[in-house]
């Protein structure tokens, strides 16, 4: 396993370097550049050719990057330029807000997902069946922004729940871990746990439509597979009880692929938060990009998104290891 | 163990009990919120901004979202008189200027004090404008872009900004005198000491916090923790927090202030999304936010909200680049242009209320404003006219707008660009569209490359001063329009070397006429941008500059 582990490590550096030279050219081959949109109106070529220069913009592109790669291995990425704050000290502050809302969507599509596309599954072809299929068409159908507004504007209200932030403003909560609900329960302070619980509630049902609708209609597959395999019939041929059957050979091998699914849909939940973050104004990572890329601010951005790609190698680790797990196969491999 | 096992009784007693405690904690949530909203001696106040301040050092700041809550922090030596463009005193109780505008004498108010307790005088006045002046490093100076405009320069004429600077030396002739002496007059004052960027810190904090050390690492500046941290004025409010995390930013009223506030409290909260605003708004999260959809207007006022309309201090206007199109040298072509677009029409149907068809480049509340200027009604028939005579009749020109982007000036581009655009084909004229993102190279390629032959743009005023507007558009040659026109430039320059008051107002109303004969771009409208406000919010009064002071505000 540990073999496994390090190979896997070692394969990530050469991948994220070439990611960084992907993102790095990427950023600077759009239009406007950082400049323009920091002087915003009053912009002139004269004052953005100033500030370019200022900036060290205007020097050629591997110039930049090895300032930029000599800079950030010793983990120094610069000051947002829209904050002017440090953005290692943003990704800090803002994460733990992408990883409530991420696990709450995560956890909300896993509990609702595996049990409706199993029971789709078994009893397949029945009403509840169509029922699921019909609903994990539309949530996978359905983008998350419009999801977010249709919540916002019908929900919101009726169900007293608040339809944009983390908190209400001016409430005054102890910050210490910026993990809201963990704060709140560490210093007592309920009525900020049950506020930041309110707060989570419409985001994280936006953001679970999309891995929720995939892992019913895997759970669903997978588990029809199984129950189609010869060592079910020889399961049942043995006289075992069908809980024993249900829990130990259908769901146990049905899992696999949803698991894989499970993790590959964490990756892409962080791309689903960028709008979601952005149309609830839920202050995390989603959030800080949105905003970064509207201001090209390229130091905010090649920060995030290498972190991105870090989180993604991560990731996919762990799914390999789960794997490893539930499939000791895999292990041998 | 036998104590430890719940009776069924029991059981449902506890379970009654949580349900109880949730009820109650959920109550504890909402009283602490209502709280927060009124009561108290004089309330707090929630309001909703569009965007992230920079920091809170006026000087390295050139944008809106950060003036709008520096503004309340500092004072300016002038202000603006709450709800119009015009000048009334502040920590200076009057002002004059002799030796033909090359001196400024200010006679400050007596007994000022910063929130720290240190004086307001007129050697902290002079330090301000020291301070300015001797402004070292590239960094530092390309930050200071009003700075730079107005006043052409530093002590040091690092990085690009060149030429001669305007100003001289500052002296405190005694503690409610300040003499300001310039090297040469400059139109855009008095007005321009309103602006925020000019706002009077306080010496002590400005030292203690290192307020100067502005550095560059990489490509991005670091600030000093005086602009992050401990901004220190004399305005109605003082800071009390930036937490970046929650987007909020907290003042608290300051009593020592000259206009001490009415509120307790005072929090910005940063919500970029036009929709989340609206709806915080709704649900009473907030009380009140900037920018409204147009389209939201009676929406928010069937819901009780108050949205205020702004004077307009904007100008929207129809660009035309004479260098890229040698018909449109022809000025026949040009006012065959504007006579060709039913302005009137096109302000009724797509703008909001209160905008106006633009006659000229200024509007106007601005001083230098003119009525007698030619006029282009809607008249296409004279319109297909003068292109016959022109020879012009087989006109195709390349028309750029820009898009993902609204603007005060421009609440929908491409509307825009669809009614000019139609308007223009009755004429004969065909049409090129090109759309281009606004961050996405349309300025580039509009003010830079000078791509095309029409396009769409703007410009909101800064300060009470024509040459604000006319001058930066039409000051000297420039890719946007094209042309080299040494009458205008030489009358624009003398326009705003000229002295304050009536000559320098008579001044920019002949340069507005000549503009106007001239017609280098069609001026189309002066929209309205409106600010709302929840219905318990009473006497924030909206500005023409976005210069609204919550110290004259409450919230029941």
Redesign the interface.
């Known amino acids: 396993m540990l073999r496994f582990l390090v190979r896997r490590l070692l394969q990530a550096i050469p991948t994220l370097f070439i990611l960084s030279i992907l993102v790095f050219a990427w950023l600077r081959s759009l239009p406007g550049g950082p400049a323009a949109a920091l002087l915003g109106d009053k912009a002139t070529p004269e004052k953005i050719a100033n500030l370019n220069h200022v900036l060290g913009l205007d020097q050629p592109i591997f110039v930049q990057y090895f300032g930029f790669l000599g800079r950030a291995v010793t983990g120094d990425f610069g000051n947002s330029l829209v904050s002017t704050q440090p953005v290692m000290g943003e990704i800090v502050t803002f994460l733990p807000a992408t990883i409530e809302l991420g696990l709450s969507a995560m956890i909300i599509a896993v509990v609702i997902g595996i049990p409706a596309g199993y029971l789709s599954a078994r009893y397949r072809g029945g009403p509840v069946d169509n029922v699921v299929i019909v609903l994990s068409l539309i949530g996978v159908a359905v983008p998350v922004f419009f999801l977010g507004y249709m919540m916002q504007d019908i929900l919101a209200a009726p169900l007293g729940l608040p339809s944009q932030g983390r908190q209400a403003a001016g409430l005054d909560a102890t910050a210490i871990t910026n993990f809201a609900i963990l704060d709140g329960i560490m210093t007592s302070e309920w009525d900020a746990v049950w506020d930041a619980i309110k707060h989570l509630i419409l985001p994280a049902f936006a953001l679970a439509t999309i891995p929720l609708a995939v892992i019913t209609r895997i759970t669903r597959a997978s588990v029809l597979d199984v129950l189609n395999e010869d060592f079910i019939r020889t399961a049942n041929s043995k006289g075992l009880t069908q809980q024993v059957v249900r829990t130990r050979h259908v769901l146990r091998n049905g899992l696999l692929p949803v698991v894989t699914t499970i993790g590959l849909q964490t990756g892409a939940l962080l791309g689903g938060a960028v709008l979601t973050e952005r149309v609830f104004n839920f202050r995390g990572l989603g959030f800080l990009l949105a905003e970064g890329i509207e201001r090209r601010d390229y130091p905010r951005l090649q920060a995030l998104l290498l972190f991105g790609a870090v989180v993604y190698v991560l990731v996919n680790m762990l799914v390999d290891i789960s794997y490893g797990i539930i499939d000791p196969r895999v292990r041998v491999r | 163990m036998q104590q430890l096992r719940l009776t069924r009784t029991r059981r449902v007693a506890l379970i009654g009990l949580a349900g109880a405690l ?1 009820v109650s ?2 109550a ?2 909402e009283s ?2 209502e709280e ?2 009124g009561g108290g001696t004089g309330g ?1 106040m ?1 309001f909703g901004a569009a965007g ?1 301040p ?2 809170f050092d006026p000087a390295f700041n ?2 809106g979202e950060t003036f709008r809550i520096t503004r309340q922090i500092y004072d300016t030596l002038i202000q603006n008189k709450p709800g119009t463009a015009d000048l009334e005193p502040s920590l200076a109780e009057k002002w004059e200027s002799s030796n033909e505008g090359k001196t400024w004498t200010f006679t400050l108010k007596s007994g000022v004090k910063f929130s720290d307790g240190t004086p307001m005088d007129a050697t902290a006045v002079c330090f301000n404008f020291d301070r300015w002046y001797n402004m070292k490093g ?2 530092a100076q ?1 930050q200071m ?1 009003y700075y730079g405009d107005v006043f052409e320069g530093f002590a040091k004429n690092e ?3 060149s030429g001669d600077p305007v100003y001289k030396s500052c002296e405190a002739k005694d503690p409610t005198t300040a003499v300001l002496n310039l090297n040469k007059a400059k139109g855009a004052f008095p007005a321009a000491f309103t602006l925020p960027s000019f706002s009077i810190e306080s010496p002590a904090a400005l030292k203690q916090y290192n307020a100067d050390q502005v550095t ?8 000093s923790e005086y ?2 941290k401990h901004p220190v004025g004399t305005g109605p409010f003082k800071f009390e927090s930036w ?6 930013i907290t003042l608290v009223r300051n009593d020592t202030s000259p206009n001490p506030a009415k509120l307790d ?1 005072l ?1 910005f ?1 940063v ?3 036009e ?2 605003r609206k ?2 708004l ?2 009473g ?2 009380n009140g936010y900037d920018y409204p959809s147009p389209a939201d207007y009676g929406l928010l006022r069937n819901d009780g909200e108050q949205v205020l309309i702004r004077p307009s201090f904007n100008v929207l206007y129809l660009g035309i680049n004479q260098a890229n199109n040698p018909k449109l040298k022809d000025v026949k072509v040009r006012q065959a242009l504007a006579y060709g677009i039913n302005r009137e029409q096109f302000v009724k149907s797509k703008l909001a209320e209160g905008s106006e068809v633009a006659t000229e480049f200024v509007p106007k509340v601005i001083s230098g404003y003119t009525d007698d200027v030619t006029k282009y009604p809607y008249d296409p028939e004279k319109a297909k006219q003068l292109l016959q005579q022109a020879g012009a009749t087989d006109l195709t020109l390349k028309f750029y707008y820009p898009t993902e982007v609204s ?1 005060p000036y421009m609440p929908n581009p491409a509307d825009t660009f669809t009614a000019i655009s139609e308007d223009l084909k009755k004429i004969g004229v065909k049409i090129e569209a090109h759309a281009e ?5 349309y ?2 390629d509009v ?2 490359a000078g791509k095309q032959d029409l396009h769409l743009l703007g ?2 005023g ?1 300060y009470n001063d024509a040459g604000n507007f006319v001058g930066t558009f039409f000051g000297r040659k420039k ?1 946007e329009f094209g042309f080299d026109n040494a009458e205008l430039f030489s009358a624009l320059n003398a326009a705003d070397a000229s002295p304050a008051g009536d000559a320098h107002a008579k001044a920019y109303q002949e340069v507005n006429k000549k503009i106007m004969d001239f017609l280098p771009a069609i001026p189309i409208a002066y929209p309205t941008p409106a600010i709302v406000v929840g219905p318990k919010v009473k006497g924030l009064v909206a500005s023409p500059l976005t210069d609204e002071r919550f110290n004259t505000v409450t919230v029941s």
């Open positions: 949730a904690l959920s504890c949530a602490k919120r927060g909203a707090t929630i992230n920079k920091m050139d944008e590239a960094a390309s872009i990085g690009d900004a560059q690492s990489g490509d991005s500046f670091t600030y602009a992050n937490d970046q995390a929650k987007g909020e409290k929090i909260k919500i970029p999304d929709n989340a709806q915080a709704k649900a999260d907030i603007r993102p606004w961050n996405g190279g300025k580039d003010q830079k410009w909101t800064d890719a």
